[in-house]
């Protein structure tokens, strides 16, 4: 079946750093991935949805410019945080849409940045 | 404007009981998909179901069951004779796929099994 994986699986950084997050498919092409994030026990919230060759639409109140989003290949989505924060720490997850899957959805296994 | 309630935010069962996970879902599409994930404390999500607007059937898949009734706008979840590895988080979510789709998810029901 359709498979998405996401690396890395867990980091550590230091504030201000800045944190890059892949997001593959691995056996079909996805022009559209959408990137997620889930704060300790609350729900799974859409930050952005990643176009292949064009740029990233943005949910309402999430910050572009900290929030990088390339989209450059039809297998491979990368979320890159910049200067980031405490407040970043978060659960992000990636999804992609295969038409060929049976549900048609696949999650990646998710990101757990901590900023310290 | 699209909206999943789950009301319950956690629940505890004994081992072998029958639990129900309720989900409620508002939209004026009249084509969507429907879905419960199951998220382990490692993180990932995992599919446990698919429903389309149109079909209405309820499922059973083992010890799982669903029941989508549109009169009620609710597609709710049981597990019969659970047990402490159905210990998670549960998510109901929704697609429209007039808004390109994008996953609408409820709040989540952590579920704990008592053994």
């Known amino acids: 079946g359709a498979v998405v994986s996401q690396h890395p699986s867990w980091v550590i950084c230091k504030s201000g750093t800045s944190v890059k997050i892949e997001c593959r498919s691995l056996d079909f092409q996805a022009t559209t991935m959408f990137w997620y994030r889930q704060f300790p026990k609350q729900s799974l919230m859409l930050m952005a949805t990643s176009n292949e060759g064009s740029k990233a639409t943005y949910e309402q109140g999430v910050e572009k410019d900290k929030f990088l989003i390339n989209h450059a290949s039809l297998t491979l989505s990368t979320l890159t945080v910049t200067s980031a924060h405490p407040e970043d720490s978060s659960f992000y997850i990636c999804s992609a849409w295969d038409q060929k899957a049976n549900y048609g959805y696949t999650f990646g296994s998710g990101t757990r940045l901590t900023v310290v | 404007a699209q909206k999943v309630t789950q009301a319950q935010t956690e629940i505890s069962v004994v081992e072998k009981e029958d639990v129900t996970l309720d989900c409620v879902y508002e939209t004026r599409d009249t084509t969507y998909y429907l879905f419960w994930y199951k998220q382990p404390p490692s993180g990932e999500l995992v599919f446990l179901i698919r429903?389309?607007?149109?079909?209405?059937q309820n499922e059973i898949s083992g010890r799982y069951s669903w029941n989508f009734q549109k009169s009620t706008s609710s597609f709710n979840f049981t597990i019969t004779a659970s047990q402490v590895v159905d210990s998670a988080v549960y998510f109901c979510?929704?697609?429209?796929?007039?808004?390109?789709?994008?996953?609408?998810f409820g709040t989540g029901t952590s579920l704990t099994v008592i053994p």
């Open positions: 429903r389309n607007s149109f079909d209405e």
């Open positions: 979510a929704l697609i429209l796929t007039s808004t390109g789709n994008q996953f609408y």
